[in-house]
């Protein structure tokens, strides 16, 4: 039996599933080696820029679509159980 080709190509993709929307909240502790402090606030922002774009796209294809307030209450719900 053993591993195959088809295998290993699933199982990068599966990581690649798992790392990839880490990178953008990852980039700011890169990009601003010397500021922790100013590297956790970028990432956070980001984090919730990414939040409250899933909220929306989510809200949009939602029965009750509200475009502003579907968002904003997913992205606040989040934060909340992160917190």
């Given at each position: ?8 190509i ?10 990839r ?14 500021d ?48």
């Open positions: 039996m053993g591993i195959r080709r088809d295998d290993l699933r199982a990068v993709g599966c990581v690649l599933v798992a790392v929307p880490v990178l953008p909240s990852l980039a700011p502790f890169v990009l601003l080696r010397g922790f402090m100013l590297a956790l606030r970028v990432s956070n922002l980001v984090s919730f820029g990414m939040l409250f774009a899933a909220g929306r796209g989510y809200g949009y294809y939602s029965p009750i679509y509200h475009r502003k307030r579907s968002p904003l209450c997913d992205t606040s719900l989040e934060v909340t159980l992160s917190s």
